[in-house]
């Protein structure tokens, strides 16, 4: 009965994580990151919510060194 148990986890457990994680995962991030952003904008205002993420992302661009463009993770010491 334990190995029957087992086996039927591993069915359904293996097929969930891959289409969480091929599928599922990569459609979340493009529906909840923009509405992220959206709703920290409608919070924050028109005029603070865009200057809140041109900083963000001129000091994410800086975090990339320019000739290999892999993290370089003391860019800001």
């Keep these: ?3 029957i ?8 457990f293996i097929p ?3 289409f ?9 991030k493009a529906v909840l990151v ?12 028109p005029q603070e919510g865009t200057r809140a993420l041109k ?4 000091k994410s661009s800086k975090i990339f060194s320019k000739t290999n463009k892999k993290p370089c993770y003391f860019a800001g010491l």
């Design 1 to 3: 009965m334990e190995f």
């Design 55 to 58: 900083k963000h992302l001129r």
């Design 34 to 45: 923009p509405g992220g952003v959206t709703f920290l904008w409608l919070i924050l205002g």
């Design 16 to 18: 969930l994580i891959y």
């Design 20 to 28: 969480y994680s091929f599928i599922l995962g990569p459609i979340l």
């Design 5 to 12: 148990k087992r086996v039927i986890g591993y069915v359904l």
